[in-house]
């Protein structure tokens, strides 16, 4: 079937996200934290960082937090943390960015795909059970676009087994899951401060958070070359630190955080009232008990790639997180899975399409990518 020209008045571009609104609105005290650390000199390992991880790890109501250099960064020492080595199986979903898997290759390990759900896009916990073996050593949670996976079931699981329960919650800080927010819902959590992210860097940052002091004093030991005390190793270690600048700018947007948030939740519940009725498209959901943070809004239509043409055509950015399920990447040829292993992510991942979404988006810009995919579903 051919696209129909759209009839939208085609004028300013919409990208499906962009960070200017933001910056306009807080570059003086973004410029005042950079200058504050400037001054002082203190550019690693210092009082900006330490303060980051006690506030960030106060806003997922845990006990600890420890700054790293990138979301990656924060997944890979977390498994290590958790004594994943080499010839470990780590159970992922299959639909996630593909830094969750190359975390545990990094490591030697060996990711173990699981299905996700078609409605929530997460984890399903029944193909969880299905593909668990006695050789796994822990479970990845990825809280995909925004949205908590289903923690209950999953910490059950972990828990016959006695194997930890890791969120990758680097698209859903501030998120909760009944009353809880993400990064308090397991064992341990990686945080990503990529650009792009509901808290973004001016640059590469991460963290991980978590309750337990072992683990936390691990962590502190192993993003420093194994260093337990100055100048001495008890394990090899990494340089993944979260730098002094950074984390004064992840400190001024915490403070911003909830009200971007809301501003996203306000932006998708627009869209959801505009795009409720129209044929062929889902748009995403939110389940009960559930508090969703839209990193991403994503719908989905069986024509999208027809429907992502339409809406360049119309100068509307919008971005397909993830078009090629973990298990069929390039990567992971040698693991031999095939197309119809995992149906549900092998279908999901033809349909959607995440739209413009960021707290700054204005009213117009929303109705008229909502009129766009409305008059693309008519056609
Ligand atoms: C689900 C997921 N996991 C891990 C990462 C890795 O984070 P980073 O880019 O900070 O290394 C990202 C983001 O890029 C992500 O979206």
Redesign the pocket.
């Known amino acids: 079937m051919t696209s129909p020209v759209p009839s939208i008045a085609a004028t300013e571009s919409i990208s499906q996200f962009e960070l200017s609104g933001q910056y306009a609105a807080i570059g003086a005290e973004v410029r005042a934290a950079v200058e504050r650390v400037l001054a002082s000199q203190q550019l690693v390992l210092g009082q900006e960082g330490a303060a980051l991880e006690k506030e960030l790890s106060a806003f997922c109501s845990v006990a600890h937090g420890i700054g790293v250099?990138?979301?990656?960064?924060?997944?890979i020492l977390a498994l290590r943390a958790c004594s994943i080595y080499a010839g470990d199986e780590v159970l992922i979903p299959t639909l996630?960015?593909?830094?969750?898997g190359s975390?545990v290759s990094a490591l030697g390990a060996k990711p173990v795909f699981a299905d996700v759900d078609r409605v929530t896009l997460n984890l399903d916990v029944a193909d969880v059970r299905r593909r668990i073996t006695a050789k796994t050593k822990a479970i990845i949670a990825?809280?995909?676009h925004g949205l908590a996976a289903d923690m209950d079931p999953l910490r059950e699981i972990a828990a016959e087994r006695r194997i930890p329960l890791i969120e990758?919650?680097?698209?859903a800080i501030g998120a909760s899951y009944k009353g809880r927010r993400t990064g308090s819902l397991g064992d341990i959590a990686?945080i990503?401060?990529?650009p792009?992210?509901n808290l973004g860097a001016a640059g590469?940052?991460?963290m991980i958070v978590t309750n337990s002091a072992d683990l936390d004093a691990r962590l502190r030991t192993l993003r420093n070359h194994g260093q337990a005390s100055r100048y001495i190793s008890t394990e090899p270690g990494w340089n993944s630190r979260l730098d002094e600048i950074q984390a004064a700018i992840l400190r001024v947007k915490l403070r911003h955080l909830v009200e971007w948030q809301k501003a996203r939740q306000v932006n998708a519940a627009k869209y959801g009232k505009l795009l409720a009725n129209v044929p062929g498209i889902s748009t995403p959901i939110t389940p009960a008990g559930y508090e969703h943070v839209f990193?991403q809004y994503t719908i989905r239509c069986n024509r999208r790639d027809a429907l992502q043409k339409f809406l360049a055509d119309g100068k509307i950015g919008s971005t397909i997180?993830y078009p090629v399920p973990l298990h069929l990447q390039p990567l992971y040829a040698s693991l031999g899975h095939k197309p119809g292993d995992f149906p549900n992510a092998e279908h999901v991942a033809g349909e959607i399409l995440s739209l413009p979404m960021y707290p700054e988006l204005t009213e117009e810009k929303i109705s008229r990518v909502a009129a766009a995919v409305a008059e693309f579903a008519q056609s």
């Not at 250099?69 to 997944?75: E, H, K, P, V, Y």
């Open positions: 250099a990138s979301g990656t960064d924060a997944l996630t960015f593909v830094a969750t975390a990825v809280h995909l990758d919650n680097a698209q990686s990503s401060f990529y792009t992210k590469d940052g991460g990193h997180y």
